[in-house]
């Protein structure tokens, strides 16, 4: 079979044909009389052989190697072949993410292009400080989608405090591009999603807040809770009461508790919730001491006869200090029907 007609039926050109003849990849068996190269069945075989090579990435130099040694092994060529594609691949979506940053920003004229770009080199920068000089930059304004994914990734406290800020300062898309980040495995980057979201005021950054509740990392649920419970979403309860009991910000948690109970109608589950916690908790002191300290941050209302009785515990300590605070309510009452008050005077 004549060059031509194997570059018809295989696809493969006569350009390309002559060079793997000239590589010694595929060299014709035969010569017509005309010196025309002339192929055989096993050329065409191993042409379609080339040709599935190159379909993995292989050089033309790999492939004669392959080729010429029938007793070489292909795992330690396909390893490299894989490192090479992953290298490739993540080369293409670092470009495809850096273009749809470019779209995102909606720029106007190249000049917003460069600015972007600009921006998106310095938030790749492997030094701490040249990524938060990117984000405080004055012609930082970087789309929401930008700063979220660098906020998801970023390990730096202090960078990240500057990508927050930013973010907070966006136009639109902010939640939406944050939220992505609750649903990740890994936990880190679950903890900076809703750090993020804890800035961003609104419903719809506290609807997002509010499956966090359900995250199976604390410290997720925490930081969920303190922010939907000084927004006066009272979804937020258990997990502040919890808070109270295990010690873990719970001066703050009680004080957003207290908050909430200003409402008549969570006062009297709040109240019942920490109850049921100092009955629970009876043979732990630290506990049910931080569980009295709480009801203190409540109206007086609804905490001064839980006090009361609370000053005849057998808990020596507890009784105390449920006395004194009783006391203070009692007198804060007091002052509050006589109309004295902090700013009561001569």
Do not use: C, K
Request: aromatic share 2%; charged share 25%.
């Amino acid at each position: 079979m004549l060059i031509g007609e194997v570059a018809r039926r295989s696809g493969v050109s006569a350009r390309m044909l002559r060079h793997y003849d000239a590589l010694g990849l595929v060299r014709p068996t035969g010569r017509t009389v005309g010196g025309y190269r002339e192929y055989a069945d096993e050329d065409i075989r191993r042409i379609f052989h080339v040709e599935s090579l190159r379909t993995l990435g292989m050089s033309l130099r790999q492939i004669g190697r392959v080729l010429q040694d029938p007793g070489f092994t292909p795992s330690a060529l396909i390893g490299d072949l894989i490192r090479e594609a992953e290298g490739r691949l993540s080369r293409e979506q670092e470009l495809l993410g850096r273009l749809r940053a470019v779209d995102s920003s909606d720029p106007s004229g190249w000049e917003d292009v460069l600015s972007i770009v600009e921006l998106l080199h310095g938030l790749g920068s492997p030094n701490a400080a040249r990524r938060q000089q990117a984000v405080l930059a004055p012609a930082a304004d970087a789309p929401a989608q930008v700063l979220a994914e660098a906020i998801l990734a970023e390990s730096d406290p202090n960078v990240a405090g500057a990508l927050r800020w930013a973010l907070a300062r966006a136009d639109h898309d902010v939640v939406a591009s944050l939220a992505p980040g609750l649903g990740s495995e890994n936990v880190e980057v679950r903890r900076r999603a809703v750090l993020a979201l804890t800035e961003i005021p609104g419903d719809e950054a506290a609807a997002v807040l509010v499956d966090a509740l359900e995250d199976p990392d604390t410290t997720v649920r925490r930081h969920a809770a303190l922010t939907l419970g000084a927004g006066g979403r009272s979804e937020a309860v258990p997990i502040l009461v919890d808070m109270v009991v295990e010690g873990a910000n719970d001066v703050e948690a009680a004080e957003v508790l207290g908050t909430l109970a200003r409402d008549p109608e969570r006062a009297g589950r709040i109240r019942s919730a920490l109850v049921d916690e100092l009955a629970a908790s009876h043979g732990s002191s630290a506990v049910r001491m931080r569980l009295v300290q709480a009801l203190a941050e409540m109206p007086a209302a609804v905490a001064l006869g839980v006090l009361q009785r609370l000053a005849h515990d057998d808990d020596r300590s507890v009784a105390r200090t449920a006395a004194a605070l009783a006391g203070m309510l009692e007198a804060r009452t007091h002052d509050g029907a006589r109309g004295i008050g902090p700013s009561s005077g001569a």
